[in-house]
């Protein structure tokens, strides 16, 4: 024997027209609630890029400016009076750096599409004046995008997410530029450096080049070895050449960075490079810190999120991707005698009919940019990876190198040349001997400097490939993820 199942009876209708009209409302005003909270960040989202690179090694313990002011340009010219180091020029860069702005201001640009994207859509009001003989007609409507307004808490959430991709990659062009202020610095001052000694060692084959020259003169010295002369004279002077070129062209580019110029451009840098660090630091896995910490890793994975939210939007108005309710008033006027008026009211309702498109080509087109999106996370984690392995092995070689320079061969070249000297008062060695001598130990010197350099370039790498981003990988980034908007039409 079947049970027999009892239905509750209904409501009263007075009791379900009042619950249908009491989640209209709620809808209602959880979309009004949402366009009003929509508004533009007071400080264009400083504030948040600040907190991602807090306390990050390239920052010098320095915030970087969105606008400069009075206050900031005053603390850029006590900079500048003193012999600027790394830090004083990073600070200089994040203060006065046409990038920074630059970066902030596409920010800001992002914030203005996220709000934009929140915003109810405006009404549109429509008027018409329409005349046949004595009768006027007057045709008003004023419509609304019903889509618009109902995926807007949809939209929201979307240009929201691509906003905090925006941070992550405002983030990520301030540290770079923290890190290509560094890298700069570190160029411009061991050029500075090199081109000392050089110049000492031009000096040296000066002297060897006039002596020469005097024996041949007086016939104690053969062609063969007064061409020899020259010819290290000639290289030294090469050498030098492009040492001063290197000094000038590493200076203007720290020059540019900073976003000096005219007589700030004349800073003092110092006499020679920091000393290395007494030990290297045990940095632990630096994959697992790379895919931690790194902000492009971060961003892409933003990107991906956003991506995936135009993916549901993009299907869920493949079909129907627009519908416009309007209310209508027309009002006829006859001018004869009786002069009578007329009004209609009523509704129209605009909606496409899928008959030729039915949104595949759209589908297709979200489902490929969030593919893409997904594959360009996988190759950021492996790039960060691969990258934090490269950097911290050439780190270490790159300190190996310097501490050798400093530990052994400078060491050992100055005890050889204090040895000639010696043997040169004591009339044991030659003139030549001495200033060949002479020479070599300035080119050590120079290989030495050169050294130091490439270690403070490899330090800079790695915190950057560590915290950052690839150190010339950012760009093709952001080149891919501009793609990533869905076209105007498909919503």
Known sequence: MNPIVRRQPAGPPCYRRSSALLKRATALASVLILAGCASLSPDGGTADVQALVNGNPLMAGTAAQRTPDEASQKSVDALLAKPLDVEAAVRIALINGPRVQDAFATLQLSDADRVQAASLPNPVLSFSRLAQGSEREFERMLSFNVVGLVTLPWQARWAGQRHEAAKLQAAQSVLTLAADTRRAWVRAVAAQQSVVYLRDAKEA????????????????????????????????????????????ASREQLTRLMGLGGARAGYTLPDRLPPLPQAAPELGDVQALALRDRLDVRSAQAQNTAVAGSLGLTHATSVINAMELGVVRNTTFDNDADRTKKTKRGFELDLPIPIFDWGQARNGRAEAQYLQSAARVRDVGVLAASEAREAWQGWNTAYTLARRYRDEVLPLRKKVNEEM??????????????????????????AGIEAQRDFWLADTDLQLVLTGSSPGGMTALQTAAAGDAPAKGGH
Do not use: P
């Open 205 to 248: 084959a000066e002297a060897g080049a006039e002596l020469a020259h005097r024996m041949a003169q007086v016939g104690n010295w053969s062609a063969l070895q007064r061409t020899r002369e020259q010819l290290l004279l000639a290289d030294a002077a090469a050498q030098l050449a492009r040492a001063e070129q290197a000094a000038v």
């Open 421 to 446: 000297v010696l043997r040169y008062n004591g009339m044991l060695a030659s003139v030549w001997e001495l200033l060949g001598e002479t020479r070599a130990s300035m080119l050590a010197v120079n």
